[in-house]
Each structure stands twice: as structure tokens, then as C-alpha cells.
């Protein structure tokens, strides 16, 4: 309670300064700036737990601008990261408060997105739901402080000239490594965060700057001829000229507006002229394209009347990469495709293992813990391979899923003995407190 008492503390002197800041250049400029709001969305875990969900949250916000292109934003919240609804091992609650500094890319108006960078203050309290979360018990029942570095970006809708809709999206690295309740020492960990909210501004956000009467009279005046001595002579002479120049229009506007469409209607022909030549290039361009695809059909036809099997783009290294891009982005059954088919094309490669390894990181992603422990297997086959440390674990993990303990227990054993120097003799020793 300590803790939370002196972020709330925080906060309000943070609050207290925006808004008096905001009220001195509302007095100065006769235009306040601040904006108050309210955010809600999601954030995900990124630590030492494999799987992780989205938890709610949400966020009270200040907005003062300092500029056009420059705003400082204030935050105040409250979240929660989990593992997700199938898994429900652990959950931690977070209260956060953070400063940022937000660069606009655009001129103000009705869009305006743009990039922000900042840090803030964060107090967590860890749950283990489950016995066999990843965590400790020694983080439960206590709060603890930490700090957070974020970065990200967002998108600004005016709805109204006071009213805005508020998109953003920023990740926030943690100083510690202990929001999953497990600090292993390997990385630090982070979240992101997803929100959409609403901002009321206290008076008129700035927007594009409106010229004054004194500028369109001096414009008025350049283009009507007057000159900068005639500006030097006195305010009363030049408006003089001025409303003699504009009397002057009034009487010849009928020939002014047919010599504005006049050079309209010669920027139209121009712009006629360059969209005809565009198409006469797209046309040249179709037909080039034809041409190809049927050189590239004739090929294919001949190359299947020899029986050669047609060139496939990129060798190994690429469609490996292609491969784990689709394990990472969750499409296990094409990636398994993608290493199976690799194994069969190259089956001397260096890599042929590590194929054989993500096939097994694959059926694990589906939950066939089964078929992942008979992968996994066939990975001590090769003889020159660096996954039999990562095989050993996953093994583990295959059977801990299995409830076979005893089994679990052995491969997790194994680890520590055989492989002392593997980067998971940590996260076995971990698995091994929950047998």
C-alpha cells in the first residue's frame, strides 16, 4: 500500500503541473491545449513463459501540447498479464504511471498520427494460479516496484474541433525480470500494449495556423501591386490602395474569371495530355507481361514433356526462413510441410537436424504431445547436430503434458547431467520444483 500511495502521490504533482502549465499559455495565448481522456485495451506479456495471453487494462490520461508537431502525455493505470484462459497458471496486476513524449508526423487536422518514446513507473503483484506456474511462491501476497522504458506510436481522430479518438500501440521494456514471477536471468521482461480510447481538450487544439487580417492585406497588397515603399509610407495610405485595387477588381470580374479558366482549363488539357501517355506505357507494359507468361508457360510445358521438375525459387536458407516464419506466426501444418519438405530435398544439409527439431516445436504448438516426443527422438539420430540439448528439454515438457512425471523427470534430470552448459539447465531445474 506503501508503494501504491507514492505512485498515486506521483501522479497528481505530474497532473498538477500539466494543468498549470495548460492554464499559463491558455492566459498567454488565449487558447488552452490540455487534453484529459481515457484509454482501454489489451496487453501481452513477453518473459520467460512460452505461451501468453491478453489481459485487460486501462489508463486515465493528460495531453498538453507544447507545439504543433509536439505533445508530453501523462498516464495513469491498471493492468493485468496472463498466460490465457487455456493455460491460467499465473496473473500478474500491474499499476502503472508514464511519461511520454509524442512527435506528431503531420500538420495538425483531422489525421494525425504519430511516434512516442518515454519511461514510467510500474507496481506488480504476481498470483500463481496453477502449482505448476512458472513463477514462485516467494512473489506472492508482496507488490514490487519497477521501471519501464516504451516506445510506440498512434493515431489521433478528430471527431470534433474538442472530441478525438485516440488509437495506440507501444511496447515497454521492463527494467526487471521478475513480471512472471520467475526471474531466470536471460532477458528482461516487457509487454505490449493495445489501446483505443477518447480525448476531451479544454478549449481548441491547435490546429493550422489561420492568417490574420493584417496578413491578407499585405498579401492582397503584393499581389495587387503594392510595393514595399508604399508599406513604409503609412497603414492609412496602403489600405487606401488597397480598397482602390479591390474597386478595381470588382469592376473587371467577369474578364478576371475567364482568365482563371482560362489557366484552369490549360492545367486540365496538361493533365488530360499525361494521363493518355500513362496509359499508352500501361498498355506497352500489359502486353510485355503477356508475353512473359506465355514464354513461362511454353517453358513449364516443355520442361514437363522431359520430365525435369521446374526451378524453385530460393535454396535451402531461404525457404528455411520461410519455415520458421510460419512456425512463429503459429501456421504449424504449413510450416511442418515447409521443414518436411526440406528434409527430403536436402537430406545431407548441416541443418537437416534442426529441420527434424521444428517439426517436433510444430506438433508441440498443436498439442499432439505424442507425435512432438517421436520428433523430438528422431533428432539424437543425427550425429552432427546442436538441438539435442533443446530435444532433451522438449522432450520433458512432451511428457509433462502426458502426466507421465516420472518420464519428465528423467529428461529434465538428463539436461542438467549431460548438457551442464546449456542455456536451459535453468528453466529444467524450474520443471524439476514442480515434480
Known sequence: MKHIAILLLVTCLCLFTIVHGAETTAAAKEQPNIGLGFNLGFQKAYCDVLHTGAGLAGEFMARFYLGKYFDLSFGLGYGTLNDGFTYNTFQTSLINGDLKANIHLTKPGKFNPYVSIGAGVVSFGYTRNKPWAIGSEDFEDERFFDGSFIYGGGMEVMVTPQTAINLLADYRFSTGDALDGAELGKS????????????????KRPTRAEPSDADLLALSGTEYGVTSGAEASGGNEKLAMF?????????????????????????????NGLI???????????????????RIADLETSLQRTGTAPYTAGGFSANYEEALRLFYSRNYRSAINGFSDLMSRYPDHDLVSNCQYWIGECLFGLREYSSAADAFQKVFTYHHTTKRDDATIMLGRCHYNMNERDKAKSYFQALIDEYPESEYTGKARQWLSRL
Not at 188 to 203: A, S
Not at 261 to 271: G, I, P, Q, T
Not at 276 to 294: G, I, P, R
Request: charged residues 40%; negative net charge.
Open 188 to 203: 528482461k521482461d516487457g509487454y505490449l500494449n493495445t489501446r483505443v480510447g477518447f480525448t476531451y481538450y479544454l478549449g
Open 243 to 271: 480598397e482602390a485595387k479591390l474597386d478595381k477588381l470588382e469592376a473587371s470580374d467577369t474578364e478576371l474569371s475567364m482568365e482563371q479558366y482560362v489557366r484552369l482549363k490549360s492545367r486540365v488539357d496538361e493533365l
Open 276 to 294: 493518355e501517355n500513362k496509359d499508352e506505357e500501361l498498355d506497352d507494359l500489359k502486353s510485355t507481361l503477356t508475353f512473359k507468361n506465355q
